[in-house]
């Protein structure tokens, strides 16, 4: 292994995906109320993810790379914006 020198490790950070094992856990009100402001649907997050992805190779680089769907910022401002507006209410899971 002290040979390889062309491997980068690159992380990817989808969030919450709307799969059968996160809406199996949409149980709690609390859950329901993340669920509905945070996840997106596998279609969503890979529209945006393959793209990033598919960019790596191309740029030639040796350095890792970080994607990330759901950042901190796009997480705290849906979260604002439910509060203040009710954006995304009942949006995957109804809310009781």
Do not use: C, W
């Amino acid at each position: 292994m002290n040979e390889v020198n062309n491997v980068v490790v690159h992380n990817l950070s989808p969030g919450m995906v709307t799969t059968d094992l996160l809406m199996s856990g949409a149980t709690t009100k609390q859950a329901k109320f993340f669920i509905n402001i945070l996840a997106e649907t596998p279609d969503v997050v890979a529209d945006y993810l393959v793209p990033n992805i598919r960019e790596i190779p191309t740029n030639q680089s040796m350095k890792p790379t970080y994607i990330r769907f759901l950042t901190g910022l796009k997480a705290y401002s849906r979260i604002f914006s439910r509060i203040a507006f009710g954006a995304r209410r009942n949006k995957y899971v109804a809310e009781d």
